[in-house]
Structure formats: C-alpha cells, structure tokens
C-alpha cells in the first residue's frame, strides 16, 4: 500500500516514514503545501497523512483538492492543534480520522489499517475473492485451507489487484504502487512481469483459479472467471 505523509517536522516526518516502510508500505514524504499538490495532481495513494500547518498554507486545503478531484486515498489529518473546531472542519471536508500529536506510532499504524480496510475492503478484517482469503493484519494469505507463503512485493501486488478488481489497471499504476514515484525512471517492466509470473504460479499451484488477466500491451484486469 502507498503512503503520501505530508509534514513539515523533519525529525517526526523521518521516524513516521521510517515506520511505516519497516510496516510494508510504500511512504513517500513532502514537507510543504506545494510538493503536495505536485504528488497528488500526478499520482494516486492509497492514504495520505496531512498535517494541518504547513510552512506555506493550511494541510485542509489538500483535504479539499482530493474532495475535489474524487480521490479514493483515506485521509489522515495529523496536526498537533488540538482544537475541536480544526477537528471537526477536517472531517466534515472527507477526512476519515485525526490523530493528534503527540501519538504512538503503532496508533498511527492501527488507524492507517483501519482506514484502508473501509476505503478499499468495507471494513472487512477478513478479504474474500473467490477461492482466495486475506487476513491483512497478519499479512496471510489462503487459497482454500492451504497457506500460501508470499514475498512482501508479490504480497502488495495481489492486495492491490483485489483493491482494484474489474478495473483495467496499467502497468504504470502497478509499478509506481509497489515501488514509489520514482519508478517513472525505469524504462522496463521487467521487475513486474516477474512479480505477476510468480504471484501467477503460487496460486495455481494452491488450485486458485487465473483471476489475473493479462490485457497486452496495457496492463492487468483481476476478475472472477
């Protein structure tokens, strides 16, 4: 899962990232109101955590824009105000939870969880698709009875895929989801072809069903045959 922190506390902004990339996820870090915009006008994620006060605006403003642009990403205000007014501006723009600081980052981690199963999964903590049961707070993954052992990124891909079921997804979107913004300086695939072959192989060998369609010279579609 892909993570925008949007902070301006250096200190706080590195140990966060440094968590939640030790947690699996992709986090990427900007600092001011205008890197945000550039990250979220280009590329999409699955939460953002956003600060209120910025060197050179109000963090409700990104709030706003992704309402705005009808962006899925959960929104996580984090903002040492703890004023009920700032609270309450920020969930009625779309935010879906607010921590204030300071807070422990494996609160911070429950909440990221908690927000990504309502957004993607309807607040599941068990995922179903088909033949195929996810338990996301343990990273485990079934095909009928049989435990299916999978590397982190083949892990994220298949998390991905049934987040984004029936949808045409490029391999663009794929890419940047599993490695960050700056795959865009990679000129081969090749990475994610090996990701897919793989995830491919492990199911079949459980007895899953194919639900991985290979749309050529676009992308991926994951659907029930």
């Known amino acids: 899962m892909k993570i925008l922190l949007i902070e301006d506390e250096k200190a706080l902004a590195t140990t966060i990232q440094k968590y939640l990339i ?8 900007v600092s001011n ?10 590329y999409e994620y699955d939460c953002i955590l956003v600060d209120i ?9 990104i709030v706003e824009q992704l309402k705005a642009q009808q962006s899925p990403a959960g929104i996580i205000i984090i903002s040492a105000k703890n004023a009920l007014d700032d609270k309450i501006k920020g969930l009625d723009l779309g ?26 999964f309807g607040g599941n903590r068990e995922i179903i698709f088909g033949e195929i049961k996810i338990i ?3 990273k485990e993954v079934w095909v009928a009875d049989k435990n299916i052992v999978l590397t982190r990124k083949e892990y994220d891909l298949l998390m991905y895929l049934i987040a984004n079921q029936n ?5 663009s979107s ?7 913004d700056e795959i865009d300086q990679s000129d081969t695939f ?36």
Not at 22 to 29: A, D, R
Not at 167 to 171: E, F, G, N, P, W
Not at 174 to 180: A, K, M, R, T
Not at 202 to 223: H, N, R
């Open 136 to 138: 996301p707070d343990s």
């Open 174 to 180: 794929i890419s940047e989801h599993l490695y960050g």
């Open 190 to 225: 090749d990475f994610l072809y090996s990701h897919i072959k793989n995830l491919r192989k492990k199911m079949l060998e459980a007895s899953c069903p194919d639900y991985i369609q290979t749309l050529y010279g676009v992308g991926y579609k994951f659907s029930l045959i």
């Open 95 to 120: 935010a879906d939870d607010y921590l204030t600081k300071p807070f422990h980052l494996s609160e911070l981690n429950s909440r990221v969880k908690s927000v990504l199963r309502r957004r993607h």
């Open 33 to 42: 109101l205008i890197e945000a915009e550039d990250k979220i006008g280009v």
């Open 22 to 29: 030790g947690e699996g996820y992709i986090c990427e870090w």
């Open 167 to 171: 949808r045409v997804l490029t391999k």
């Open 53 to 61: 006060m910025l060197p050179n605006g109000s963090g409700l403003s």
